[in-house]
């Protein structure tokens, strides 16, 4: 798996976003997690880049270090650990959260969702250790805003995760996500109500909610897709299955030791 994330450098819609997006007040710890963020996605993405595409170095140096190393307090209490938020899956005592800053235009988000994040899931959600929270990060232009919204509104109905498998499904962001795709889409993530659905996607929650979510990323300093942070620990790009792995044990056994 390539851990190159997608750049949002050619969203014009992203570059508007950016220039009024507000910075996150949660502490110095930020600063340097947004650092840490822009220099694995520019890892990643630069033309040189090829020599070692399924790792990216910045991650690489943080991951290979110890349990404290690039874990920033004040990021970790971006977990909302909200029992009914419908974009979250796992305990919300879980010790670990991962939150991910994705768009379902994302070719590499989509790698993740169907190659890593289900084995996360049999392997540490099942078991209590883990804990996912969604994140809308749209940067690829009208298409990822709109899908980000109609994922939101199928959340609302309890079916995100079902919307969120069918529209990363292989194949599927090339269909595009025109409004006619989106209602098709929910049927198949087994929506109830779409009428209700084409209501919720086109009104000012789920407008609000898209936005809070992706000014949280850019406060971080994200500036591709996807981005993560892992109690507290920035990690961007497409990671291997292993790599998630290393980072949750270490966070879990840095909890327990709490």
């Known amino acids: 798996m390539s851990a190159s994330p997608h750049s949002s450098r050619n969203s014009s819609r992203a570059r508007s976003g ?23 996605s520019y890892t990643a993405t630069r033309p040189d880049a090829g020599a070692s595409p399924s790792r990216n170095a910045a991650a690489d140096a943080d991951t290979s270090a110890g349990p404290q190393t690039g874990v920033y307090p004040e990021l970790e209490k971006l977990a909302r650990r909200d029992a009914g938020d419908p974009l979250a899956r796992g305990r919300a005592d879980a010790p670990v ?29 099942e078991k209590g250790t883990l804990r996912i929270e969604w994140r809308n990060f749209p940067i690829f232009g009208e298409e990822s805003e709109a899908v980000a919204r109609a994922a939101w509104a199928a959340g609302q109905q309890g079916r995100f ?9 292989e194949g599927a962001k090339e269909k595009g996500f025109g409004s006619g795709r989106l209602r098709e889409l929910a049927k198949t993530a087994g929506v109830a109500d779409l009428d209700r659905f084409e209501e919720d996607r086109e009104g000012d929650a789920a407008e609000q909610a898209v936005r809070k979510d992706r000014d949280e990323a850019y406060g971080l300093g994200a500036t591709s ?5 892992v109690n507290g620990r920035p990690l961007a790009g497409a990671q291997p299955t292993e790599t998630f792995a290393e980072v949750i044990e270490a966070a879990a056994k840095q909890a327990a030791a709490k």
């Open 18 to 40: 950016a220039s009024s997006r507000k910075p996150l007040a949660i502490g110095a710890g930020v600063v340097v997690a947004a650092l840490l963020l822009g220099f694995a």
């Open 225 to 229: 897709t996807p981005s993560f942070l």
């Open 161 to 169: 995760w079902e919307f969120h498998e069918a529209a990363y499904a």
């Open 97 to 125: 959260v991962l939150i991910e800053y994705a768009d379902f235009k994302c070719g590499y988000c989509g790698k993740f969702a169907r190659d890593t994040e289900p084995e996360l899931v049999k392997k540490y959600v």
